[in-house]
């Protein structure tokens, strides 16, 4: 595959199959709820394209040279949209990143890593002072890529999703 990618806002014509694919991806982490377990998070997921109707919010796909959608993210450009547990809502002059998901056949070939570096460039084009992100223990391929990026452990943003302990990153933007 060639690792040549487009980042770009998702069009409604690619809500559902963004949609799939994030229902796939989570469905399959081992050790993260199935969606009989968390259906209102599988139900946000397979409707991820409802996020690009909330003011300073924006879903991001990644497509492969050929057009093929390989990942999607939701990009926040104010955290109150985040729509989190714990405290990350009430965190200012930030953005936020959430819901990041790769095709299982796209992995290693940095849709990752782009989708998160377009995030973390649209939080510095805004001047903002940070970017905050969740993720699980079940997701230790992006917990790595974060911290690969510079993204530190935060407790402070810490919560439980039902019985599902979240865990709250931040990325300090330089001036």
């Known amino acids: 595959m060639s690792t040549e990618l487009e980042i770009r806002e998702i069009q409604p ?8 694919l994030m229902v796939e ?3 399959n982490l ?3 709820p199935k969606p009989d377990e968390q ?3 599988y139900e946000a997921l397979a409707n991820i394209g409802q996020f690009t109707e909330q003011d300073h919010t924006q879903v991001l796909i990644a497509l492969s040279a050929d057009g093929k959608l390989l990942g999607g993210v939701v990009y926040f450009s104010d955290m109150s949209m985040y729509g989190s547990g714990g405290t990350a809502t009430g965190v200012k002059n930030a953005s936020g990143i959430r819901l990041l998901g790769v095709d299982p056949n796209a992995r290693g070939a940095g849709v990752g890593r782009a989708l ?3 995030c973390i460039q649209q939080a510095r084009d805004l001047g903002q002072a940070e970017v905050v992100l969740h993720t699980t223990m079940a997701m230790q ?3 790595a890529l974060y911290l ?3 993204f530190e452990r935060s407790p402070d943003l810490d919560f439980h999703q039902e019985d599902l302990p979240v865990f709250g990153f931040r990325l300090r ?3």
Request: no cysteine; aromatic share 18%; proline share 3%.
């Open 13 to 20: 014509d690619e809500y559902e199959t963004l949609g799939r």
């Open 25 to 27: 991806v989570y469905s």
């Open 30 to 32: 081992e050790g993260f």
């Open 39 to 41: 259906p209102d998070y």
């Open 116 to 118: 998160t570096d377009a």
């Open 141 to 143: 391929v992006a917990w």
């Open 148 to 150: 690969k990026l510079g």
């Open 173 to 175: 933007l330089g001036s």
